[in-house]
């Protein structure tokens, strides 16, 4: 152990003298380092002693000072009451020696006399000298505002481009420029529940719109950006973890990361610590920063190591769709069980529509299989599952098969593109059918956007692909669909009944094996599925 100075680093193995007291210099938590001093260095106490302005008697402490009592009650008289930005050092004693002071207790120490700090800076490695000790306008801990100004700016920037060059759009304008309106929007929300949740309301009101400027720049912007003004959507990812896809896992994690880090860095805010970095709003920005790195990293793991994000949020689960709300609930009351499922969404694109196709269906007879039925199942299909369903049942056996609102994708395609004027609909190659349009489209509430249904549907030649269905229809087939139905007008539903397979018209006509109805609304449409049953016997 060196003896060229007063100060030297301690050593665990060198037994304690009867007068030998320690500093414990805590450096930004970042390393704990415990410097002593022996019986004769005691003249560097009364240095430290006579240095130190008087301030009267000292408030109650918690650490013990000095190698004497006289020392003790110098320094606990003397020393000042004031925060350090860079070090807390603490003056312990061994147990003998507390035997020997009078118990003058100190909370801790805001800044020692300058020689001191010198001192022990001199003797740490430059690399442990924090970061907070470099003073200029980018210290984030010592001008926390003007660096959010600026990091606020970048960001909103960076990640409005770097967003939209993701989401493949060409014309920027169509998602980015009303992406920032709402991202303002989210701004003044984020204040709103911010102040609710502690925040002043008048003092710090700038450091507190920044922090919700640097919130909202990153969870809220991706959000409108990929979903736009979904409502629906949002609430489902959000709040119910429906997610349709992979992205959709990436963006309920990513903002979900960003608010917890935010809420995490709020504790210490109230901590009688009297750290410069525990002044608001920087504690709420680094969890948020934090929360960031650490579900990037998350992410990239997963990328790297091919997890699949839909795997995190399960999708294929026993449910209650908004669209059979109410009908599990009526056919219950009549005596029948059902079971409500959504069926889980390959995200990587297959090399052929039946592959495809045929995967859904593996997947729905899993399902069929775990309720364990003794009679065939009555087999009820909406939108594009009307596929799914009709290609179950080429090698599974069904009771009754009620298809509502089936379209193909050829005609649903037409309609689009008579409607808008769009080729929106080509680029979204990778993405599957997803729920809430199927949703939309049988609850009849309003049409749905061509944003919505481009990023839901699956390319066009997946379908072209699938074989044909060639099942004989030993058993009843229900068609419906609605008064006003843009998608599978009454009119035009027969042309439909391709997907039953090759149903001759004189078997349809004759022996009804195929009915069609039409409903007004969803309520309606369940009174006469429910009617049709009973005429076919059920």
């Not at 599952?385 to 395609?413: D, M, Q, W």
Request: with cysteine; proline share 6%; glycine share 6%.
């Amino acid at each position: 152990m060196a003896q060229d100075t007063p100060f030297t680093t301690y050593n665990e193995s060198q037994p304690y003298a009867s007068q030998t007291y320690y500093f414990q210099v805590t450096l930004l938590g970042k390393r704990s380092l415990m410097l002593w001093v022996g019986e004769g260095d005691e003249a560097i106490l009364g240095e430290l002693a006579m240095a130190l302005p008087s301030k009267g008697n000292m408030p109650p402490a918690t650490t013990l000072l000095g190698s004497s009592a006289e020392i003790a009650q110098n320094l606990a008289k003397r020393m000042a009451y004031r925060y350090a930005k860079q070090f807390y050092v603490s003056i312990n004693l061994s147990a003998s020696d507390k035997q020997q002071v009078d118990p003058y207790l100190i909370h801790f120490i805001e800044k020692t006399l300058s020689n001191l700090v010198a001192r022990i800076e001199r003797r740490l490695p430059q690399s442990l000298v924090p970061l907070q000790r470099t003073d200029g306008p980018w210290n984030f801990i010592q001008h926390p505002l003007p660096v959010l100004e600026v990091t606020c700016l970048v960001l909103a920037v960076a990640a409005s481009l770097g967003y939209a060059f993701a989401a493949g759009l060409k014309c920027p304008d169509q998602r980015v420029f009303p992406a920032l309106l709402t991202t303002v929007a989210g701004i003044m929300f984020v204040h709103f529940m911010t102040v609710l949740f502690g925040a002043a309301f008048f003092k710090g009101s700038y450091g507190t719109m920044l922090f919700a400027s640097h919130l909202a720049i990153l969870t809220i912007l991706p959000l409108a950006v990929y979903w736009d003004l979904d409502v629906d959507r949002w609430l489902n990812v959000l709040v119910l973890w429906q997610c349709a896809d992979t992205l959709d896992v990436a963006l309920l994690l990513q903002t979900w990361m960003h608010v917890l880090g935010a809420w995490l860095g709020a504790v210490v805010i109230p901590l009688d610590w009297d750290r410069a970095w525990q002044v608001w709003p920087i504690p709420c920005v680094l969890g948020t920063s934090f929360g960031n790195l650490l579900v990037t990293i998350l992410l990239l793991a997963c990328w790297i190591a091919k997890i699949d994000l839909m795997s995190l949020v399960s999708t294929s689960q026993k449910v209650k769709s908004d669209v059979w709300q109410g009908w599990q609930d009526h056919l219950a009351t009549l005596g029948y069980e059902s079971t409500a499922l959504e069926l889980k969404h390959n995200y990587n694109p297959p090399s052929t529509g039946e592959e495809w196709i045929q995967g859904r269906v593996h997947e729905l007879a899993q399902w069929m299989r775990k309720d364990m039925a003794f009679f065939p199942p009555i087999l009820i299909a909406h939108g594009l599952e009307a596929i799914t369903a009709c290609k179950y049942v080429e090698s599974n056996p069904v009771s009754a098969l009620v298809l509502l609102s089936p379209f193909t994708t050829e005609g649903l395609r037409s309609q689009f593109l008579a409607r808008y004027k769009c080729n929106q609909w080509e680029h979204d190659t990778h993405k599957d059918f997803a729920t809430q349009f199927s949703h939309a489209l049988t609850s009849r509430k309003e049409l749905p956007s061509l944003q919505d249904v481009s990023a839901a549907t699956v390319p066009l030649s997946i379908y072209k692909d699938i074989q044909p269905t060639t099942f004989e229809p030993f058993f009843p087939i229900l068609m419906c669909t609605s008064h006003g139905d843009k998608f599978v007008p009454p009119d035009d539903i027969e042309r439909y009944h391709a997907l039953a397979g090759q149903v001759d018209e004189e078997t349809v006509k004759s022996v009804g094996h195929l009915d069609i109805f039409e409903h007004a609304e969803q309520q309606d449409m369940l009174h006469k599925v429910v009617q049709w049953l009973d005429e076919c016997g059920f």
